[in-house]
């Protein structure tokens, strides 16, 4: 990792180095996240149906019925450089993701939240001339704390009422790097991007979560061991062609990630799963200013539970329909 910031040091220097005048606290178009993005600073109001949640949940026959997941995401962009065909950028960003029993009859709970917070620096390069390669964006994560917390009523009624129930503290720091291909809010018309990332804890022998004795009703749990996740991403947005414009602009975004499917239990070891998440839709373009367009969107993820403590099972699936704004 600390070859990563050296890098980022010498590029830094370099564009300082006879350089615009530095701007402060203006937003950026380029390094923004893929729509299907895990955890991002996209807001997004979703509804859609699961097949599970967890051993524990008090209320029964949950995929009869629609849940809502709301993210909320933000970015405080601090400053800004420029030279030729380079730009980089420093900024600050958290957000949260939050599942509720909206439809259940009885107390309409939240099932769970996962908050997170973090700081980024994004670099893009421009090239001129080039049929296929627009831009090159590189974007870097240093520091990325996410937690992650049960409900209240979940909480209590498994203390209460369930003889081998845990609360896991899922809570971590961790870096984030990534190549972005052909950013797609940077260009117009029909543009393919791709997206490799990784990420791994800053210490390694804590894991990923903590438990409390009480908490946990005196259960041995063993830490996490399998840190490092990695992903891979594709956006393909068309403003040409069938049933698109300049207005309404076609979306299909997927990502594939691989990350540790945790093990509470000794005698069970932690594994690796591969989870995806596809996004298919519309955004309807009002303005040039970040949250100003709105996009319709078809959602199906499926693979590892991606909720807090649930991040213990596998075979999960939500399939929805999602409201974004952009």
Same mark, same amino acid.
């Given at each position: 990792m600390s070859k990563l910031f050296k890098i980022f040091? =010498?590029?830094l220097i370099s564009n300082q180095i006879n350089a615009q005048k530095p701007v402060f606290f203006q937003t950026v178009k380029f390094g923004n996240p893929f729509i299907s993005d895990m955890? @991002?600073? %996209? %807001?997004?109001? &979703?509804?859609?149906?699961?097949?599970?949640?967890?051993?524990? *949940? *008090?209320?029964?026959?949950? @995929?009869?019925?629609p849940f809502i997941e709301a993210h909320f995401g933000y970015e405080i962009p601090v400053i800004l450089l420029s030279k030729n065909d380079y730009e980089i950028f420093f900024g600050l960003l958290g957000g949260s993701v939050t599942l509720v029993d909206m439809f259940e009859k009885s107390t309409a709970p939240v099932i769970n939240t996962d908050y997170w917070f973090g700081t980024r620096i994004k670099l893009i390069k421009r090239f001129s001339g080039k049929p296929?390669?627009?831009?090159?964006?590189?974007?870097?994560?240093?520091?990325f704390h996410e937690s992650t917390h049960l409900g209240d009523e979940f909480v209590l009624h498994g203390y209460t009422e369930i003889p081998d129930f845990k609360r896991i503290n899922i809570s971590y720091e961790a870096w984030k790097f990534s190549v972005i291909l052909?950013?797609?809010?940077?260009?117009?018309?029909? %543009?393919? @991007?791709?997206? $490799?990332?990784? #990420?791994?804890? /800053?210490?390694?022998?804590?894991g990923y979560y903590f438990?409390?004795?009480?908490?946990?009703k005196g259960a041995n749990i063993p830490l996490s061991k399998k840190?490092?996740? /990695? *992903?891979? !991403?594709?956006?393909? #947005?068309?403003? !040409?062609g069938f049933l698109c414009s300049d207005k309404w602009i076609?979306?299909?975004?997927? &990502?594939?990630?691989?990350?540790? #499917?945790?093990?509470?239990? $000794?005698? =069970?070891? &932690?594994t690796r799963t591969w989870s995806y998440?596809?996004?298919?839709? /519309? &955004?309807?373009?009002? !303005?040039?200013?970040?949250?100003?367009?709105?996009?319709?969107?078809?959602r199906h993820y499926g693979g590892l539970n991606p909720y807090g403590q649930f991040r213990n099972e596998n075979n999960f699936r939500f399939t929805g329909f999602s409201v974004v704004l952009m």
């Open positions: 040091l =010498i590029l955890r @991002s600073s %996209i %807001i997004k109001l &979703e509804t859609g149906y699961l097949n599970k949640i967890g051993k524990d *949940y *008090y209320i029964k026959n949950v @995929s009869t019925r296929y390669l627009k831009n090159v964006v590189v974007n870097l994560m240093p520091f052909n950013d797609p809010d940077t260009l117009n018309g029909n %543009i393919l @991007s791709f997206k $490799a990332g990784v #990420q791994n804890l /800053w210490t390694l022998k804590d438990t409390d004795s009480l908490e946990v840190t490092f996740e /990695w *992903y891979f !991403s594709a956006n393909y #947005q068309r403003s !040409s076609n979306i299909f975004s997927a &990502e594939l990630n691989n990350r540790p #499917q945790f093990s509470y239990n $000794a005698a =069970i070891n &932690e998440n596809l996004y298919f839709g /519309w &955004e309807y373009k009002i !303005s040039d200013k970040p949250f100003r367009n709105v996009g319709f969107f078809l």
